[in-house]
């Protein structure tokens, strides 16, 4: 498979949020380019009728609806510096495009 | 044995120093303070540790001693030192998965590996160095440092559990926990000449694992031993209601098995893991084990697993899609380090963008690109289709053998810095990453050194839940090759 | 209204006859679970900001799912009462976006294997059901929630992981009314099951519609646009009232229908283009890695079909042809599960099935005008509905007449005394023996002889007089038709 071209790239970059440097940019279309050549002996392979295996194990085991405590507030908001927070509620950049200070 | 030879006690078992603990021929507190001493000394080459909890290490100590000065029971691992890697989350003790974007976090919750340890009297040491996010084969890819090869410290120690194994063979613990995705546990062990486990898909929980590719992750024991590495995964297994994947059969007698000798045991050699591509001390070292087997009485038999080449194409598809999934959690929004950015998309864009070091880039974009609505079924379920007939190709092979008998990686360690391309590191784990997309148990046990001093490690694979076939096999061939008393002159 | 609005509504109403507009909806039900989806924090509503967590709700590194029974057993519930298809092994799958609610850049979902297909759901539209079908039923989580702060956002994830349904209806709904007819069809039957309260205040049940036109007789749908945020009866009728509108002018003017999102606005009465998340998005489902399969098996359906209950809708025909109820009352007896249980112990202690209609009467208007006063609900009626039937009984048997009826009512209301009691006590029984009304009608007419001659003369509205007259004697106890009878016959008319 040939690289992957520079639109391609940011556009999967930008799916998954991912900021990259032109440099960056560069060396991942090339180098998802010849790990995704080396895929192609899969293609190759029949699977017809052959199920997909998503877990290796199928057993189902489901929880009771029990109540357990809620981690502290000041736990669970124990990974933000203060400016992210506003008493006990986490503050982000405006979800509103146009809204940001 | 004097708690002033340090010696001695780096090398202890792990059922030596719970005995001795236990026994109060040394109390917990000299056994931490003796590791705590060896840690600083030797660390700083090794770079094994991105943490070490010396004043928690301390506090449990203590807390051991006391239980066993007022005669209460201290639990199996009463006492020994043990190191975690460090995407198993650890209440109180910075977590960073090797990664930038989890710098100074520190984890509200205990996960199950550190509840179990702790539970069962072992000392949390620390954190071990690991390849971000478990992705990397050598260990040069932890954001924060490279770790070494205590036999060779020129060489990598293998990855992703990288630190864990060179902590065991240095002496710094008594055993460790890795996680392994692709061959993270045996293939560093093989490196490093320990004991890796990496059990059946199921049988120790996730809880707590930071996740890799989730259908694939599993935590096991790095020990000098395979007895200790029974030992830990005596503690580690059985069900967590918290991770639905998590099993529910009984957990056996791991050290019952494994005296139990291989007579009569059926071993399978896989002709397709001794193709050209292997080194020839690793394969003459194999085949050394092979011959060893058959002279102890085990019935040794040529089988085929026809898939195997097309373990490691699918496992890169496998893995990387599901990381890319798993690691869109990082957003730096309730957690870990957030950019400065005018808005919101930035922020997700820019703090992913510098928290991220360029392996893990490489696989959220691959695992993005064949996820996509259009790619997904000419990518992602195909691997997984050809996932099932990996398996299939086990299932057969174990309709006629107990256990398969490999090499755990193709060469013994690379020196650090050469290995460049992506894709040529993805060959170190050629052998070990079947066993995972078939969710089956695998061991790698010391089966000798290259004339350069180098370890090499022959891989076990077994039946699903039949940790005790490997453990019995593995501790035969740990007697036959009877090295577990050598140790790396400059760690000695 | 204003002369353009009339106009435009004509204009609306006349294209109606050559475009027929096609509505599917989705509706985000909240199950009612006491533990999250996935977790073991609470669902509770109105708590302190983030103070329902753990480290799963959190998307905290190494936490992970566990499926709460549950919330499986309510989605099957509802899975069972709308006929739909169950999948013996379902399947959870990751649907990702980034957005600050959504703590693990992905929402656990189901995708395309959903646990519920090809149900559907009966609508209450006059006297008649109308079956709308559903696509599926799928499980999910809920999102925490964003809150606009000026230059910045707020979030709280204290609903984040509340197990959810999303209930998704086949394009077949052709006007606003009907949109809000399928939402009330699916709020009552999904309170009635008690598989969510579906508290629309509080969010536990929210709709989304997909709008399009297409000229009568085509088959093909035309493009649609989706209207988010329309979470009331109410606000679907307008908003679907309005897109219909808007689309319709959209063509009358040579326009096209654009496929888009749009957030309806209620107080404004309109709705706008929400502004693309982001970019095109691919939410690049795949089968969540930590959950394995769904399994439904015959043991867990046995369970749910032994409990399920009479629905609402059959009973509201059961209620029409069996029990010769109107539709109103029929209608508005299925409207809470409370209210037809009521009726039907009121039915079974009643001795006869002709007696439904006065039952359905005297609840509908006394017990629940009396409950409402104290703002109470059916079940915290302090009048059991063996005693509501007893009481009609003895109107219905001529005991006692139907205004006394309403006096022994309230009071057996207020006091719990059983109405007979009541009746014997206070005296107030009904004269219907003619031995015993005959003196007293002979007395009325004798104390009042010009008025009787006068109406022997034609003067026919006097006749009302000696029936009160007669009352005022007996105390209201007088059985007006015995009491009619003997004046009629004294009166000579």
Redesign the interface.
């Known amino acids: 498979m040939a690289d992957l071209s520079r639109t391609e790239v940011e556009q999967i970059a ?2 998954a ?1 991912l900021h990259l440097e032109p440099a960056e940019i560069e060396a991942m279309g090339a180098e998802l380019g010849a790990i995704l050549a080396h895929f192609a002996t899969l293609a190759a392979v029949d699977t017809t009728d052959v199920p ?1 295996m ?2 290796a ?12 405590p ?2 502290p ?1 000041e736990d ?2 124990s990974g933000l510096p203060a400016k992210a927070r ?12 146009g ?3 | 044995m004097s708690v002033a030879d340090p010696k001695g006690l780096a090398y202890w078992t792990v059922a030596d120093t719970a005995r001795r603990v236990a026994a109060g021929e040394v109390t917990a507190e000299d056994v931490v303070e003796q590791t705590l001493a060896r840690i600083t000394e030797h660390d700083a080459t090794l770079g094994a540790f991105l943490e070490v909890d010396a004043s928690g290490a301390r506090a449990a100590a203590r807390l051991v001693d006391q239980k066993r000065a007022a005669g209460a029971p201290i639990g199996p691992l009463g006492g020994v030192p043990i190191a975690l890697k460090d ?3 650890t209440k109180g003790l910075v ?1 960073t ?1 090797g990664s930038k974007i ?1 710098a100074g ?1 520190v ?3 205990d ?1 199950a590996a550190a509840e179990r340890l702790r539970a069962a009297g072992a000392i949390l040491v620390g954190k071990t160095n690991l390849d971000e996010f478990g992705m990397g084969s050598s260990t040069e890819r932890s954001a924060y440092k490279p770790a070494k090869n205590p036999w060779d410290t020129s060489r990598v120690p293998g990855g992703s559990s990288g630190g864990s194994a060179a902590a065991v063979a240095a002496g710094l613990c008594a055993a460790s926990l890795g996680t392994d995705t692709g061959g993270s546990i045996r293939q560093p062990a093989a490196l490093c000449g320990v004991v890796g486990l990496k059990p059946t898909y199921g049988r120790v929980s ?6 890799f ?3 694939l992750d599993q935590v096991g024991p790095l020990a000098r031993t395979v007895a200790d590495a029974a030992a830990l995964l005596q503690v580690l297994a059985g069900h967590d ?5 998590s099993l529910t059969a009984p957990v056996p007698d791991y050290g019952a098995a494994l005296a139990g000798g291989v007579a009569g045991v059926k071993v399978g050699v896989p002709k397709e893991y001794f193709g050209p591509g292997i080194d020839a001390d690793v394969r003459a070292a194999i085949d050394q084990v092979i011959h060893q087997l058959r002279d102890a009485g085990a019935a040794i038999s040529e089988v085929s697993l026809p898939h195997t080449g097309l373990a490691l194409p699918a496992y890169y598809l496998v893995a990387p ?2 990381a ?2 798993n ?5 730096g ?3 870990g380090a957030r950019a400065d950015a005018p808005d ?2 930035q922020t ?1 864009m820019r703090s992913r963008g510098a928290g991220f070091g360029p392996e893990v880039k490489r696989r959220i974009m691959l695992g ?1 690109y064949a ?3 259009g790619y ?1 079924d000419a990518y ?1 379920r195909k691997a997984q289709q050809v996932r099932t007939l990996i398996k299939r190709d086990f299932d057969a092979a174990f309709r006629e053998v107990d256990v398969l008998l490999t090499p755990t990686t193709p060469a013994p360690a690379f020196p650090l810095g050469s290995v460049s391309s992506p894709l040529d590191m993805y060959l170190a784990d050629v052998f070990t990453l079947a066993c995972n997309l078939a969710g089956l148990p695998g061991l790698s046990v010391p089966a000798g050194f290259t004339p350069a001093g180098l370890p090499i490690g022959a891989q076990l694979l077994g039946k699903p839940l039949d940790e005790a076939m490997l453990l019995r096999v593995g501790s035969a061939i740990e007697g036959a090759v009877g090295l577990a008393d050598r140790h790396p002159e400059a760690f000695a | 209204m204003s002369a353009e609005q009339k106009l435009s509504e004509r204009s609306v109403a006349e294209m109606l006859l050559d475009w027929e507009p096609v509505i599917g909806l989705e509706v985000h039900v909240q199950l009612a ?3 999250k989806a ?1 977790s ?3 669902t509770a509503f109105g708590e ?8 799963t709700v ?15 057993e309510l989605a099957l519930r509802l899975g069972v009462a709308t006929s739909s298809q169950i999948r013996a092994k379902s ?1 959870f799958a ?1 649907k ?1 976006y ?3 609610d959504l ?4 929402q656990i979902s189901q995708y395309d294997e959903p646990l519920c297909e090809h149900g559907h759901l009966d609508l209450i539209v006059g006297a008649e059901l109308k079956r709308v079908r559903l696509q599926r039923i799928h499980l999910e989580e809920d999102a925490g929630k ?12 204290n609903r984040a992981g509340v197990p959810l349904v999303e209930v998704v209806s086949e394009p077949e709904l052709t006007s606003a009314e009907e949109a809000a007819e399928f939402m009330r069809a699916l709020h009552r039957l999904v309170r009635w099951l008690d598989i969510s309260e579906a508290d629309m205040e509080k969010g536990q049940l929210r709709c989304d519609a997909n709008v399009s036109i297409r000229m009568r007789g085509e088959d093909r749908l035309g493009t649609r646009t989706e209207l988010k945020n329309i979470n009331s009866f109410r606000f679907v009728q307008h908003a679907v009232e309005h897109e219909i509108a808007r689309q319709l002018r959209i063509i009358d003017a040579g326009g096209r229908i654009e496929r888009e999102t749009r957030l309806w606005d209620e107080t404004l009465g309109q709705s706008a283009p929400l ?1 693309s998340k ?2 095109a998005n ?6 969540d ?7 439904v098996d015959g043991g867990m359906m046995g369970g749910i079909l032994k409990t399920l209950p009479e629905l609402p809708a059959v009973r509201f025909a059961r209620y029409q042809k069996e029990l010769g109820l109107s539709p109103d009352d029929a209608r508005l007896l299925v409207s809470e599960r409370g209210l037809a249980d009521y009726f039907d112990a009121c039915v079974a202690a009643h001795p006869s099935q002709r007696g439904a209609r006065n039952l359905a009467n005297w609840m509908l208007t006394e017990l629940l005008g009396a409950l409402n006063a104290e703002g109470k609900s059916i079940t915290e009626s302090p009048m059991p509905a063996p005693t509501l039937s007893a009481l009609v009984v003895l109107v219905e048997n001529g005991t006692i007449s139907g205004k006394i009826g309403k006096e022994i009512f309230e009071e057996s209301f207020r006091t719990g005394e059983p109405p007979l009691a009541i009746v014997e006590r206070r005296g107030v029984q009904q004269i219907s023996d003619e031995a015993v009304l005959a003196p007293v009608v002979d007395k009325v007419i004798a104390a009042n002889a010009k008025q009787a001659k006068d109406y022997q003369s034609g003067k026919d509205g006097l006749f009302g007089f000696f029936v009160g007259q007669v009352m005022k004697e007996t105390q209201g106890r007088a059985n007006p038709v015995v009491a009619n009878d003997l004046l009629r016959k004294k009166l000579g008319r």
């Open positions: 930008l799916l949020r997909a998503t877990h194990t199928e057993t189902q085991t489901l929880r009771a609806d029990v109540v357990e809620s981690l507030v669970a908001l506003s008493g006990d509620l986490i503050v982000v950049p405006s979800i509103i495009p809204h940001e200070s | 995407n198993l989350v977590t998965a989890l976090w984890p509200p919750y996960g996730r809880w707590g694992v930071i996740a590719a989730s259908s209601p918290r991770d639905a994947t899609a599901e890319s999934s690691l869109a959690r990082y957003d929004l309730r957690y919101l998309l997700y993005t996820l996509r609505s997904y992602y | 679970t006491s533990s996935f073991p924090s609470g302190p900001p983030n103070s329902l967590t753990d480290p959190l998307g905290l590194p190494g936490a992970l799912p566990a499926f709460n029974r549950h919330a499986l399947r990751r990702h980034f957005y600050p703590p693990k850049g992905y964003n809150l606009h702060a000026g230059t910045v956002s707020h979030v709280d994830l502004r982001e970019e691919d939410y690049r489902y795949f089968p890695p930590d959950l394995p399969p769904v399994m």
